[in-house]
Each structure stands twice: as structure tokens, then as C-alpha cells.
């Protein structure tokens, strides 16, 4: 059998760990992780292997050689650029002229891979993929497949609204070389992303294999601690190095370990090192070849790789010393610390929680390290969530993060491309654009600063101008002490998750683009702005209409920047506004559930002391609006869709189609119907809604939480739109406002949220699946099952740790008992597991 090793990775995420050599060496118990690779190839039978290498290629055949060691013939393929999996296995075509596999350099497993092979050929496949069943499946290409193990759908890390399975990709695969008429020659090309979905669709014999056994991709630091625990664990076929003692400890040859060394396994001591009295190693340490630990030293749950030096009375829990590193006595190392390799830590210094310090940098004596040497990452799962980049104001969004995930972004735009950016009031977020302001010049980009302004404006801005981009900084809505860093893309939506991923990317390696004196970008202030989105404001309503309407309106501008630009504006259309807190304040940019009660009652009492027509609440962001009617009731949000629903689609002059999400009542429907018009489901994220609001068959996109977008303006929330908008279909409808609502179908929904651990999200979504067959369903985002009258909606959330639940029925009481079933069901499939 001839196989191909894929072992041309940079294992970007594992720095510092990888930052002088390729993945594939990284040391797993004291072996190169493709040192278990080369051996379970021979082991079944695959002694003909070709390695496919591009980042510092020297090293892996400085070490492997010829093969000869490993009982194989190891030849290599050097791709001088990434070429994508597809593309560089095409660069060895000669070689693979039979059935061959092809299996990751730098992952960890125990697969029976004659099995694999034996499936292959039983199945008379194509391409036959290795299939594991994992607790997280979202860092994976999921695969579905039929009970053949006919392969009937793939998702390349998907979010977890498509998270339909837990079986995923383990980038093992048996392939047929006439695979290789499909892949183009010199280009990148992926197997997962580009070849298995074009024969999918061809209709080529793809299967699934799941496999039993051990496997493990070792991505992040996590799963490379991980591996390490399962070794020892004995929860593999793979056997640590050495002689196995009692304990499960196992010591390597030539080892020097003192009899009054206190040891508590699994532990495993590495050859030649040398283990003084009074040292200490507890459970889970793994000691490198040639590591030399003086007396007193205690290392708990840790890799120390080869030729490290431990000083007396030093302290190392829970962290990775790289290569040749000096510890010096007294040194303390905290949970989640990675050294790099031929670093020197000073005697008596203090390494704290999850300090990344990468290689050849020294630690003076007696210093206190709380952030990352030259290098930073805070370890998060990912940097992007569903309000953008969020956390506390000073503790998680600092200024040195921000100027760093500003240079991230400006890498990956062209230099001398231009960004809008934007802030609320607070004077936290000036500080915060402040220095993004500065990472951005610095990698050569130049930034249009409207200072305090609206989200809306900035994406105006965008949409209308040269801009490639923008950034809008503002303080939580219902938390004061909270950050959040939007980022818009070029039509002026939050930017997809592809772009997310290359900035976390850039961000996470630390790998800025850094330009010339003369290249560095400018920071200008554009003029007249705020004045082109007005003008663009009048020019999308119906001016004559609202005037001639003469409405009396009670406005709470809630401290936000729309009392700036709203003015000017009114005074055009012949309306008596009575204002609340028309002003900017950069302590009242936050509202609390009771002051929003608050405030929508004194609205109320004001619409019945003014009879006003009606009283509208823009949030301090501009985008989102509380509507009350001329009877002085707040109206629900869902209440309000289905009024901007029906207003839309009989007032408004131009056709097109309605888009709202998932989650949104079936009364949308019936509605649309009764005026000719057609509706569209998005996902229930905000860039899913605004992307749907770019189809120029769609003409307005409404959600559940107040933010409405009229396409023909912008595609995306703005609330001073709204508000005019809905004055122009009052003017247009000649009713009150309160007796339109009235007007409106009932309906009756339910929502709760359930607890579900992150590793059995997967489980859940594959167990509903299963539950589906028989009824009609959706996979748009989540499962939206349908069954007559009523459905309901499954959905995990990308940022918590639960299972968001949405039901419609024929009565309240349906609707509760819809969404108390499937929470019942998701916690029978968390309680029972497989």
C-alpha cells in the first residue's frame, strides 16, 4: 500500500510552540507526532510513503531521512508555496499510481487503517473518508452520511446553527488516483473545500468510514495537553517511550533518577535525563530526553521537552517548556504557560496564567510576567462572538489589544485602502478608537474619523463612499462596563466569519504588516458627512406625505448620537416633536431593563398629556427602535415586525419580497400573502438578515429585536429610517396607530433557553435530527421542525454554552408545551449521551 503523509503544516495556533519548526515535529510524549504516524503506516502495511512538505521542510528530512529507521521507503514532495491538501498530494501524482492514503502528519491516532482500506474496496469507492464521532465538532469539516455510509453532505467548520452531526473529518483518506483528473495542476486546491464537494455533486462514489479507536487533532494547546493525558491514561494503542514500572511510570534508557524522588503517576521520564533528590513530579508530567531537574523542583501536569534545565525549588504546573529552556531556581509557572525554546526565565520569577513567551527571550530575576513576551493572545476560544469583539472595558478590551486587533484587520486589507471608523459618547470607546486608529495607520491604512456618530452612519458611509470598510466602537447597550468592536465590510455589513477567522489569524500569530516612514496611513476627518446621510434620509421617505400629515410625535433619543442628526431633519417635515434626552452623554449610553421600563412610561404618559400620534424610543447605537401608540401602549416586538410587516407590503411603492429570520411567527406569511408579496427566511444572526438585505428582490428585512432595514437605503439596521418610515405609512394609511396594531392576526409563540454543555452540541443536533425524520424540516439555521399548524425551532448558540428553543402553536398553551418538549429532549440526549 503506498500512502502520502500531509506534513506541510505551520500549526499557527500551537505557537510558540511551532514557531521554529513544523508542526509535525512537535514532540508527543517525547516522539515527533509523525514518528507515530510513520510507524502505524508500517504497521499496516504501507511501506511505500511519500511526505508532502513546505514549511521548513529541511527539518523533517533532516530527521526522518530515508525511512530506512522506520521500516520504510520515505521519499518527499516540496511545495514552494502552500498549494492547499488536493493541490500538493497532485505534486506526487507520479508516485500514486494504485489505491493509495493519505493521513495528517500532525495528528494523533491509533485507526485500524486495513479496516479503512478493506472498506474502500468492498464499497468500490472514490474516495473513502475516515470518520470519527467527536463531543465538539466545530473546529472540523462535518460529514453526513447515509446508513451505506454513502457520504450525502459535507460542512467545512461549521457554525453551530449547522451543526446537523458529530461524525467529522479526520483528514484520513482512501483515494482512487483517478482523483487526480479533477484537481487542476499548479493551483491551490483542497480536498475538504474544493475536490469531495465537486465529486459530491457529480455523483461519484463517496463514502463515510466511522472508525473506532483513538484520534486526535492536535490544533491548539489544548488538545496538545490533552493528547499527552490520553497517552498516559493508556486510552490508545500508542505506548509511551520507556520501561514501563509500577504506577505507570515509565522511564526512558539511561535515565538518572535519585530513589528519594517523589513520583506519582502516569509520569514519563525521558532518556539520559537526570532527576535530583528532592524533586518532585506529580501526575501527568512528561520530562524530555537530556532534562536536568534539581532538588526541590516540582512539576505537576506538564511537558518538559528535551535539554530543558529545572532549577532548585522552581514551581511548573499545568504548562509546556519548549526545547533547551533555563529555568532558574524559585521560578513559579502557572496554569496555561507555554515557553518557547531557548528561553531563560530569571531565578525567582513569576510566569501567570496563560503567558505565552515565545523563543530565545529572557525573563529577568525576580520579574512578575502577566502578559505574553513580544507575543499576545488571552486564550479565548475565539475573538469574534455575536456583538463583534466584546468584553470589559480595561480588563479583556485594553488598549493594547485593541491597537493589535486594529493592525490584524488593516493586514488583511490592501495598503492605502481607507476605513471608516466611529464611536459612541463614552469616553472609553474614544480611547479604544484612539489606538486602533494608530494599528491601522500603521500597516499603511487611512482612517476616516467621524468621531461620535450612529453605527448607521459609519455604514452609510461605506456603502455610498470609497471606504473598504469601517469600525464602530460602542458601549454594551445593557452594560456599562462592557466594550463592543464592530467591524463592517464593504457593503457596509458585519463582516463575514471568513474575514473573522483571517483576523484572529493575523491577530493570534501576532504577524502585522509593518510599512515604510513614508507609507504610513493618514487619519482625516471627512466634511459634511452627517450631512449626506441626511440628505440620503429625506431622499429615501416621501417627504409630502409626512408633511402633509402635520404628526405630533414624542422622540426619546436615549442619549445617543441620533440627538445630533435627528434636529435638523425633523424641522423638514412639518412634525411637533416633543424630545427626550436628546442629548450625548457618555454616562447614559447603557440601559437597564428598569430604566427602559422607565423611560417607555414617562413616553407613554406623554403621548396621552400631548395626544401625540404616537412615541418612539431610538437606542443609544441608532439602530433599533421601541414603538408606542397613540393610546400610550408600549408595542411588543414581535407586535411591531408584524406592523412593519404589514405597513411594507401595502404601503410601500416598489415590489420586492420580505426577509425575516427563522424564529420570526408564521403571521409574516399570511400577512405578505394577502398583499402579493413573497417571504424569505434568513439565519437569525445580523449579518445573515443584512446579507439577505443586498438580494435586490428584497425590499425590507425585519427581526424580533427592533431593528428593521429598508433595502433601498441601506442594508442594514438604521432607526431614524424607521421612525420616518413608519410616519410616511401612517400618513399613507389615515388610521390610528393603535387600531392597525389591533388589526393585526394572533398568534401565539414560545421561546426558552436550556443548558447544553459545548461538547454535546453535536450530539443534540444529530439525536434531533434523527427525531426529524418523517417531518417536514428546515436546516437553514439549527432544525425547524414543522408538524401541521405549529413547528419549532432548535438553535444552538455560538457564544454560550445552551440551546436556544422558538415554537409557534395554535394556542399559548401549545406553543409552551412545543418548547418544554424539545428542552426535555435536549436534556434526555445530555443526561443518556450515546
Known sequence: MKAVVMAGGEGTRLRPLTSNQPKPMVPIVNRPCMDYILELLRNHGATDVVATLQFLPQLIKSYFGDGSVHGINLNYSIEEYPMGTAGSVKEAEDFLNETFMVISGDALTDFDLTYLMDFHKRKGAMVTIALKRVENPLEFGVVMTEESGQIDRFLEKPTWGQVFSDTVNTGIYVLEPEIFKHVPKGEKFDF???????????????????????????????????????????????????????????????????????ISGPVVIGQNAKIEAGAELSEYSVIGNNVLMMSKAHTHRSIIWDNAYLGQHCHIHGAVIGKSCDIKSGVRIEQGVVVGDDSVLGE???????????????????AVVNSNLIWESRGMRTLFGAKGVSGLINVDITVDLAMKLAMAYGTTLKRDARVVVSQDASRASRMIKRAMIAGLNSTGITTNDLRITSASVNRFLIQTGQEVGGIHIRTSPFDQQSLEIHFFDTNGLDIKEGLQRDIEKYF??????????????????????????RDAVLKSVDIEKIQGRRFKVVVDYAFGSTAIIMPHLLEKLNCDVVGLNAYTSERRTTISPDQLNAATQQISRLVDTFKADFGIMIDSGGEKVTVIDDRGRMVSLD?????????????????????VPLNVSSVVEDIAKRYGRGVIRTKVSSRAMMEAALDTNVMFVGAQSGGYIFTRFLPAFDGIVSFFKLMEYLAAAERPLSEIVASMPSYHLAHTNTFCPWDKKGLVMRRLLEKAKGHEAEMIDGVKIYNSTSWALVLPDPDEPVVRIYAEGDTQKDADHEVENFADFVREVIEVGE
Open 192 to 262: 475538504s473545500k474544493d475536490l469531495f464537494p465537486m465529486l459530491l455533486e457529480q455523483g461519484a462514489p463517496l463514502y463515510g468510514c466511522i472508525m473506532d479507536g483513538y484520534w486526535c487533532d492536535i490544533g491548539n494547546f489544548e488538545q496538545y495537553v490533552q493528547a499527552h493525558k490520553d497517552i498516559l491514561d493508556l486510552k490508545s494503542n500508542l505506548q509511551p517511550p520507556g520501561i514501563r514500572m509500577r504506577d505507570n511510570v515509565w522511564i526512558g534508557d539511561g535515565a538518572d533518577v535519585d530513589l528519594s524522588v517523589d
Open 508 to 533: 493570534y500569530r501576532q504577524d502585522f504588516r509593518r510599512v515604510f516612514y513614508n507609507q504610513i496611513g493618514e487619519t482625516e476627518f471627512p466634511q459634511r458627512s452627517i450631512e449626506a446621510y
Open 639 to 659: 407586535d411591531a415586525l408584524h406592523l412593519f410587516v404589514y405597513l411594507t407590503c401595502n404601503y410601500e411603492q416598489s415590489i420586492g419580497k420580505i426577509a
Open 348 to 366: 525567582n520569577s513569576v510566569i501567570n496564567h496563560d503567558v505565552k513567551i515565545y523563543p530565545y527571550k529572557k525573563v529577568d530575576a525576580g
